[in-house]
């Protein structure tokens, strides 16, 4: 008897099944055992959450970040497998072990899918180009998400089942596919929530109208006799729905139960994947083209399935890739609606890409056997077509292997940290009773959380942040402030400003940039740990108390929480061994999934293969022509004047030295150790410090023929400089000569040697910090600091308009005064300042900030000013009924050289100010103080920073604003708050002044920060 046609496709199927689920041991596999998932995005939060698991099973609340957060907002099954796993291998290995298996399960439930749709062979195609697609390839190893791909597995799993119930009412179908959605509940609700929409519910319509298309009907009744088998079908896809959302609602009841009572209320988080792919390429890049680079070409194919029964699926796989392209076509956010700023839109894109593999599977088996093998060997000849095939199997693959290795050559994350030594410092000498900030860590800031006991403010789990210094502002993470520009810089100049509020005591810097930031705000270097990360500190912060406040949860929400997400997969899996006698495969479909082979005797007429040829040649050549063409513009774009000043100054930004010296033409000798010692030290707050927001070309000027040797050329460009300190902006006057290998920036040596006699000894002031205490009434002597007495001048409470976001103007409170140190040692002060409405109640308080020389020496004052702008309420002066001030401090031996002088020249709205560097070493970044008195009382203070570093001997003019802000008023006199011990009211000598026009006078002060002063 002749063997059964379908017993060999579906044999073939399988085989290409195990196929597939050893590509995926192979290739993924390799690269999760290497650990290739600590460079991605996710991966090192799904293991910080395992970490708590495996510490706290029955524990939902996480203290370590945020303050504290429930982990009820998260399901929470790819975290219990981790946890699980850890027990065994450890946290790192835990995660590639369950994330192994998830694409393991995902080759199955991708098999199980296709084969209600398409042959059991193509089927198997389908589950080998889900081994090497880009997609999975990137959602794994760049993006590092278990929740997503481990969820998807448990889905493509429950839909086969789902659909054997609803054909033929199989009520162990219906238990089996219910435990499985169950599972993918467990394992993320939102592929639950969509995947119903672009998954379960497009399959089951398929079978739901199996019955008008494909049946016998009676002759002369129409489609009208398939109504009494389809509405059985159609209210057994109801009951289904029904229990899925059942599940969704029962399974994860404590996350749902906590979204209601604490709903998320933040500022949109920008995302790339929401951005316009034309305007922001990077993003398309990323968000697009990676995804759907192994499998775009069969979007065609896929589309001609529109006119076939498998339209439901089609119809689903164009809405996904509609919403995967984000903000490139209005259509994704008039759907998505308000949900359209909180979604990323990436998870449409991968979706998209798995939905598409069955017809990818469908288009290799038509290649095989089908019309479309046929069409392309008249095309391509069978030569032509073996050839193709095999370029796209290698493309395929080394596609899959590029993008794998993606974060090696393209960084998203730093490089990695060695955490041990800081793990070592937070748990020694109890210094993981106070909290700790990273800076510059990416998400290996989720690794150092994992591994040690001590919390931090920050986080990276966004929905579980309810801070409102976080959730005010689009900032993702203040470890990342600088890359949410402005807003989070505000964000962590927040936390900064007021530590103590936080117990925010250490921060731990990767990023030199913040270093300005936390100096000026009154932080001071400890030194640099054994891994190269610099350990900030802020002295006079209080220690956690010994039991933090938490939240309580219902018993029964915590043994939900702890059971029913684990629960969920071990039934499922049991429900295949208890439920479903027959051996587990696919029931088959009750669709014709034969691909028939061309007629007998098919030929394409020739003169549409030429057609088709002439037409394909010329799309390649255009396309060559195009890719060409851009080469050419990318490599020839330098050759222009402005082009070179804008590749120059982007090199610099981006640390590329090298490349930039290259477009140098250097005059005198300049060799390149001298040209980078000369932008080292003339750069300051420039170099190490400032990120380029902009570059612009004001005007070029050409002498002689600009595509002559020797030509020459004037370039005037515009810097813009983002800071943590703000933005400032450079003009710069560039002199060019044509050369024989183009345009370079003519540069000699900006440094002359120094003579001797400048380089002398200077005496310096070292303080001895002798053992003296303040001692409160009912304090023990040994359980407080060594303080410094202080004293407050006059302080006032004014309002002022400052421009707001919107391009307009809001009014703002302020203190202004002044701050002496009266004692003999020196001080590290906070000044503090709280506002109270007619109850009494407090509405606002705040310390000073960057406005204000922190570390005083013995006698000196400094002025500040202390802003209100909380964002936990809006503060009016029609709010404000009284106001309080305090300083404290603590002796101090840290930060105080002043080796900086200045002299000034008043004008009518400006001084003008020489700054010189009086000291015998490099001061980086200098800090100039103006206060303007009125009468004897400080009005108000502005200050600047040098935005160039000075040499010993070397000075620097910099005007300095001397008029009040708009719309300047008066409130009240400030009285000192009866919280300090320390500060006393008592006459002090007047700070010398200087008069302005009128009867204004004003008074500089000058500090510094050094690099890499300890």
């Known amino acids: 008897m002749a063997p059964d046609p379908s017993t060999s496709i579906a044999r073939d199927g399988l085989r290409l099944l195990a196929v597939a689920l050893c590509m995926v041991l192979l290739l993924h596999g390799t690269l999760l055992f290497n650990q290739s998932f600590v460079r991605t995005y996710d991966a090192l939060?799904?293991?910080?959450?395992?970490?708590?698991?495996?510490?706290?099973?029955?524990?939902?609340?996480?203290?370590?970040?945020?303050?504290?957060?429930?982990?009820?907002?998260?399901?929470?099954?790819?975290?219990?497998?981790?946890?699980?796993?850890?027990?065994?291998?450890?946290?790192?290995?835990?995660?590639?072990?369950?994330?192994?298996?998830?694409?393991?399960?995902?080759?199955?439930?991708v098999y199980r899918f296709s084969s209600l749709i398409v042959p059991a062979r193509a089927a198997g195609y389908a589950c080998v180009a889900l081994a090497l697609s880009s997609s999975i390839t990137e959602t794994v190893h760049v993006f590092g998400q278990l929740p997503t791909t481990l969820s998807l597995a448990f889905l493509?799993?429950?839909?086969?089942?789902?659909?054997?119930?609803?054909?033929?009412?199989?009520?162990?179908?219906?238990?089996?596919?219910?435990?499985?959605?169950?599972?993918?509940?467990?394992?993320?609700?939102?592929?639950?929530?969509?995947?119903?929409?672009?998954?379960?519910?497009?399959?089951?319509?398929?079978?739901?109208?199996?019955?008008?298309?494909?049946?016998?009907?009676?002759?002369?009744?129409?489609?009208?006799?398939?109504?009494?088998?389809?509405?059985?079908?159609?209210?057994?896809?109801?009951?289904?729905?029904?229990?899925?959302?059942?599940?969704?609602?029962?399974?994860?009841?404590?996350?749902?139960?906590?979204?209601?009572?604490d709903p998320i209320e933040q500022v949109p988080i920008p995302h790339a994947s929401r951005d316009n792919f034309l305007q922001n390429q990077a993003a398309g890049l990323v968000f697009w083209l990676i995804p759907w680079a192994s499998t775009v070409l069969f979007l065609p194919f896929a589309w001609a399935q529109m006119r076939s029964w498998r339209w439901p699926i089609v119809a689903s796989l164009s809405l996904l890739f509609v919403l995967g392209t984000g903000g490139t076509t209005p259509v994704p956010r008039a759907l998505l609606r308000g949900a359209f700023d909180i979604l990323t839109l990436d998870r449409f894109t991968f979706w998209a890409t798995i939905l598409i593999l069955p017809f990818v599977g469908l288009a290799v088996e038509s290649v095989r056997v089908g019309v479309l093998g046929a069409w392309l060997r008249a095309v391509l000849t069978r030569h032509g077509l073996n050839v193709s095939l095999a370029l796209l199997l290698v493309f395929s693959t080394v596609g899959a292997i590029s993008v794998s290795t993606l974060t090696r050559y393209r960084k998203f994350q730093p490089e990695p940290i060695d955490i041990a030594p800081i793990v070592n410092f937070l748990e020694k000498d109890l210094h993981w009773r106070y909290r700790y900030l990273t800076l510059g860590f990416g998400d290996q800031m989720a690794w150092?959380?994992?591994?040690?006991?001590a919390s931090t403010p920050d986080g990276n789990y966004h929905s579980a942040r309810r801070l409102p210094e976080l959730t005010a502002t689009p900032i993702e993470r203040l470890e990342g402030a600088k890359f949410s520009g402005t807003a989070g810089l505000e964000s962590l100049r927040r936390f900064l400003t007021v530590p103590e509020k936080y117990?925010?005591?250490?921060?731990?810097?990767?990023?030199?940039?913040?270093?300005?930031?936390?100096?000026?705000?009154?932080?001071?270097?400890?030194?640099?740990l054994e891994n190269g990360i610099a350990l900030w500190e802020r002295e006079d912060i209080p220690p956690l108390p010994e039991r933090l406040p938490r939240?309580?949860?219902?018993?029964?929400?915590?043994?939900?929480?702890g059971v029913l997400p684990v629960a969920a997969?071990?039934?499922?899996?049991?429900?295949?061994?208890?439920?479903?006698?027959?051996?587990?495969?696919?029931?088959?479909?009750?669709?014709?999934?034969?691909?028939?082979?061309?007629?007998?005797?098919?030929?394409?007429?020739?003169g549409r293969v030429k057609t088709i040829r002439?037409?394909?040649?010329a799309f390649l050549v255009v396309l060559a022509v195009g890719v060409g063409m851009s080469t050419w513009r990318t490599l020839h774009a330098a050759q222009t004047p402005d082009r070179v000043v804008m590749s120059y100054w982007d090199n610099i930004d981006f640390r590329r030295f090298a490349a930039a010296y290259t477009l140098i033409d250097p005059l005198e000798k300049l060799s390149e150790e001298r040209w980078l010692l000369d932008l080292s030290v003339q750069g300051g707050l420039r170099t190490g410090y400032a990120k380029l927001s902009d570059i612009e070309i004001d005007r070029v000027r050409y002498q002689g023929k600009s595509g002559v040797v020797g030509a020459r050329a004037t370039v005037q460009v515009r810097l813009r400089w983002f800071t943590a300190l703000g933005e400032f902006t450079d003009v710069l006057r560039h002199d060019l000569r044509r050369t024989p290998r183009g345009w370079r920036i003519q540069a000699r040596p900006l440094l002359q040697a120094r003579p001797p006699g400048r380089f002398m000894v200077q005496p310096q002031v070292a303080y001895a910090i002798p053992a003296r205490r303040l001692q409160g009434v009912g304090v023990k002597a040994g359980s407080v600091l060594d303080r410094p007495r202080l004293s407050l001048g006059p302080v006032r409470l004014v309002s002022y308009l400052r421009p707001s976001p919107d391009g307009g103007a809001e009014r703002e409170l302020a203190m202004v005064g002044t701050l002496t140190n009266v004692d003999a040692r020196p001080a590290d002060t906070t000044i503090t300042g709280l506002l109270r409405d007619a109850g009494g109640r407090e509405i606002a308080r705040n310390n000073a900030e960057t406005a204000v020389i922190h570390k005083l020496l013995p006698g000196e004052t400094t002025p500040f000013v202390i802003r209100f702008d909380a964002v936990e309420?809006?503060?009016?002066?029609?709010?404000?009924?009284?106001?309080?001030?305090?300083a404290k401090g603590v002796v101090s031996s840290r930060d105080l050289s002043r080796t900086l002088g200045v002299w000034t020249e008043p004008g009518l709205r400006m001084v003008a100010s020489t700054v010189v560097n009086l000291g015998t070493s490099e001061s980086t970044i200098g800090h100039l103080l103006l206060g303007l008195y009125q009468g004897q009382d400080l009005a108000w203070v502005n200050h600047t920073f040098l935005p160039r570093s000075l040499a010993p001997g070397d000075q620097q003019r910099m005007p300095l604003r001397a008029d009040l802000p708009p719309g300047y008023r008066v409130l009240m006199a400030v009285k000192r708050s009866v919280e300090g011990l320390q500060v006393q009211t008592r006459a002090l000598q007047p700070t010398e002044t200087f008069a302005l026009a009128g009867d204004r006078r004003y008074a500089v002060w000058v500090h510094d920060f050094k690099r890499g002063e300890e």
Do not use: C
Request: hydrophobic share 55%; proline share 9%.
């Open 45 to 109: 939060i799904h293991i910080f959450f395992g970490a708590h698991y495996a510490a706290n099973w029955f524990d939902p609340w996480e203290p370590r970040w945020y303050t504290g957060f429930w982990l009820v907002s998260y399901p929470p099954l790819a975290h219990y497998l981790i946890a699980l796993a850890s027990k065994f291998v450890g946290l790192k290995l835990g995660f590639a072990v369950v994330q192994l298996g998830a694409l393991l399960l995902l080759t199955v439930g």
């Open 503 to 528: 117990n925010l005591k250490y921060v731990f810097s990767n990023d030199a940039f913040y270093d300005p930031l936390l100096y000026f705000s009154g932080w001071h270097r400890l030194g640099t």
């Open 551 to 561: 939240p309580e949860l219902p018993p029964y929400q915590v043994a939900m929480w």
């Open 873 to 886: 309420s809006v503060v009016t002066e029609r709010l404000v009924a009284s106001a309080a001030v305090d």
């Open 156 to 261: 493509l799993n429950a839909i086969p089942f789902g659909w054997v119930w609803v054909r033929d009412s199989n009520k162990r179908a219906l238990i089996i596919a219910v435990l499985w959605m169950a599972a993918t509940t467990a394992a993320h609700h939102v592929t639950t929530l969509f995947g119903s929409v672009f998954f379960t519910a497009p399959a089951l319509l398929v079978v739901v109208l199996a019955t008008v298309r494909w049946r016998e009907l009676p002759p002369g009744r129409g489609r009208l006799a398939a109504l009494p088998i389809i509405l059985p079908r159609a209210g057994r896809a109801v009951l289904f729905a029904v229990l899925t959302i059942m599940m969704l609602v029962i399974v994860v009841l404590p996350y749902w139960l906590w979204s209601r009572a």
């Open 448 to 453: 150092l959380s994992a591994n040690t006991r």
């Open 569 to 606: 997969p071990v039934l499922a899996l049991l429900s295949l061994l208890l439920l479903w006698k027959r051996p587990v495969r696919l029931p088959e479909s009750d669709v014709n999934l034969t691909v028939l082979p061309p007629p007998a005797g098919w030929t394409l007429p020739p």
């Open 614 to 617: 002439l037409a394909g040649g």
